[in-house]
Protein backbone atom coordinates (compact mmCIF):
# COMPACT_ATOMS: atom_id res chain seq x y z
CA UNK A 1 0.00 0.00 0.00
CA UNK A 2 2.95 2.63 0.51
CA UNK A 3 4.69 2.00 -2.56
CA UNK A 4 0.95 2.72 -4.09
CA UNK A 5 0.20 6.08 -2.15
CA UNK A 6 4.33 7.16 -2.97
CA UNK A 7 3.35 6.53 -6.62
CA UNK A 8 0.50 8.42 -6.69
CA UNK A 9 2.16 11.76 -4.74
CA UNK A 10 4.78 11.94 -7.32
CA UNK A 11 2.54 12.20 -9.84
CA UNK A 12 0.45 14.47 -7.84
CA UNK A 13 2.72 17.65 -9.32
CA UNK A 14 2.54 19.01 -12.97
CA UNK A 15 6.31 19.26 -13.73
CA UNK A 16 6.84 15.19 -12.86
CA UNK A 17 3.95 14.34 -15.09
CA UNK A 18 5.17 16.44 -17.83
CA UNK A 19 8.39 14.80 -17.73
CA UNK A 20 7.15 11.63 -17.41
CA UNK A 21 5.47 12.40 -20.21
CA UNK A 22 8.92 13.19 -22.08
CA UNK A 23 9.96 10.31 -20.68
CA UNK A 24 6.92 8.18 -22.67
CA UNK A 25 8.45 9.83 -25.70
CA UNK A 26 11.56 9.21 -25.53
CA UNK A 27 14.79 8.31 -23.34
CA UNK A 28 16.43 11.59 -22.17
CA UNK A 29 19.37 12.89 -19.97
CA UNK A 30 18.69 16.06 -17.58
CA UNK A 31 19.71 18.13 -20.07
CA UNK A 32 17.46 17.39 -21.98
CA UNK A 33 14.42 17.42 -19.69
CA UNK A 34 15.40 21.23 -18.74
CA UNK A 35 15.61 22.23 -22.19
CA UNK A 36 12.34 20.77 -23.15
CA UNK A 37 10.40 22.57 -19.66
CA UNK A 38 12.70 25.65 -19.44
CA UNK A 39 13.92 24.45 -16.26
CA UNK A 40 17.46 24.43 -14.27
CA UNK A 41 19.24 21.65 -14.09
CA UNK A 42 18.48 21.12 -9.83
CA UNK A 43 15.19 21.29 -10.62
CA UNK A 44 15.28 18.32 -13.48
CA UNK A 45 17.22 16.17 -11.20
CA UNK A 46 15.34 16.46 -8.54
CA UNK A 47 12.34 15.38 -10.87
CA UNK A 48 13.85 12.06 -12.44
CA UNK A 49 15.10 11.74 -8.94
CA UNK A 50 11.51 11.62 -7.93
CA UNK A 51 10.20 9.03 -10.56
CA UNK A 52 13.39 6.81 -10.60
CA UNK A 53 13.03 6.30 -6.27
CA UNK A 54 9.16 5.21 -7.01
CA UNK A 55 9.80 2.79 -9.81
CA UNK A 56 8.83 4.68 -12.49
CA UNK A 57 12.15 4.96 -14.51
CA UNK A 58 15.64 2.97 -15.43
CA UNK A 59 18.78 4.81 -15.28
CA UNK A 60 21.47 3.71 -18.18
CA UNK A 61 24.84 5.23 -18.00
CA UNK A 62 26.65 6.28 -21.53
CA UNK A 63 30.16 8.00 -20.92
CA UNK A 64 29.15 10.67 -19.63
CA UNK A 65 25.51 11.12 -19.78
CA UNK A 66 22.36 9.26 -17.00
CA UNK A 67 19.79 8.33 -19.43
CA UNK A 68 16.32 7.94 -17.32
CA UNK A 69 13.64 5.96 -19.58
CA UNK A 70 10.37 4.38 -18.57
CA UNK A 71 10.89 0.61 -16.87
CA UNK A 72 8.10 -0.97 -18.04
CA UNK A 73 10.04 -4.26 -17.53
CA UNK A 74 10.92 -4.15 -13.54
CA UNK A 75 7.85 -1.94 -13.17
CA UNK A 76 4.60 -3.72 -11.06
CA UNK A 77 1.27 -3.97 -12.94
CA UNK A 78 -0.25 -1.70 -10.69
CA UNK A 79 2.54 1.08 -11.78
CA UNK A 80 2.18 -0.12 -15.65
CA UNK A 81 -1.57 0.36 -15.69
CA UNK A 82 -1.24 4.07 -13.98
CA UNK A 83 1.48 4.67 -16.05
CA UNK A 84 -0.79 3.47 -19.10
CA UNK A 85 -3.91 5.35 -17.91
CA UNK A 86 -1.43 8.54 -17.03
CA UNK A 87 -0.26 8.56 -21.19
CA UNK A 88 -4.64 8.38 -22.12
CA UNK A 89 -5.00 11.65 -19.84
CA UNK A 90 -1.99 13.20 -22.05
CA UNK A 91 -3.54 12.94 -25.30
CA UNK A 92 -4.03 16.53 -26.57
CA UNK A 93 -2.25 18.21 -23.80
CA UNK A 94 -1.10 21.88 -25.09
CA UNK A 95 1.65 22.52 -22.90
CA UNK A 96 3.24 18.43 -23.03
CA UNK A 97 2.55 18.55 -27.45
CA UNK A 98 4.67 21.99 -26.76
CA UNK A 99 7.25 20.41 -24.47
CA UNK A 100 7.53 17.27 -27.05
CA UNK A 101 8.20 19.86 -29.90
CA UNK A 102 11.13 21.24 -27.36
CA UNK A 103 12.26 17.97 -26.76
CA UNK A 104 12.76 17.09 -30.42
CA UNK A 105 15.28 20.55 -30.14
CA UNK A 106 17.21 19.86 -27.49
CA UNK A 107 20.60 18.41 -27.42
CA UNK A 108 22.88 17.13 -24.94
CA UNK A 109 25.10 19.96 -23.44
CA UNK A 110 28.30 19.48 -21.19
CA UNK A 111 32.08 18.48 -21.32
CA UNK A 112 32.87 16.29 -24.82
CA UNK A 113 29.17 16.61 -26.07
CA UNK A 114 29.23 17.65 -29.46
CA UNK A 115 25.83 18.31 -31.53
CA UNK A 116 25.16 16.84 -35.09
CA UNK A 117 27.59 20.03 -36.94
CA UNK A 118 29.89 18.75 -34.54
CA UNK A 119 29.83 22.01 -32.86
CA UNK A 120 29.35 22.43 -28.71
CA UNK A 121 26.19 22.86 -28.48
CA UNK A 122 24.42 26.21 -26.96
CA UNK A 123 23.32 26.44 -23.36
CA UNK A 124 19.42 25.99 -23.80
CA UNK A 125 19.22 29.94 -22.31
CA UNK A 126 21.82 31.01 -24.87
CA UNK A 127 20.53 33.09 -27.97
CA UNK A 128 20.79 31.39 -31.22
CA UNK A 129 23.45 32.79 -34.02
Known sequence: ????????KVLADESRLRVLDLLLERECCVCEVMQALE?????????LSALYDVGFLKLRRDGLWSLYSIDWEGMDSHSKDILQATRRAFEG?????????RLKAAERVGPGCV?????APLSPK???P
Open 1 to 8: MRDLVKAY
Open 39 to 47: ISQSKASRI
Open 93 to 101: NKQMAIDRE
Open 115 to 119: NKAGQ
Open 126 to 128: APR
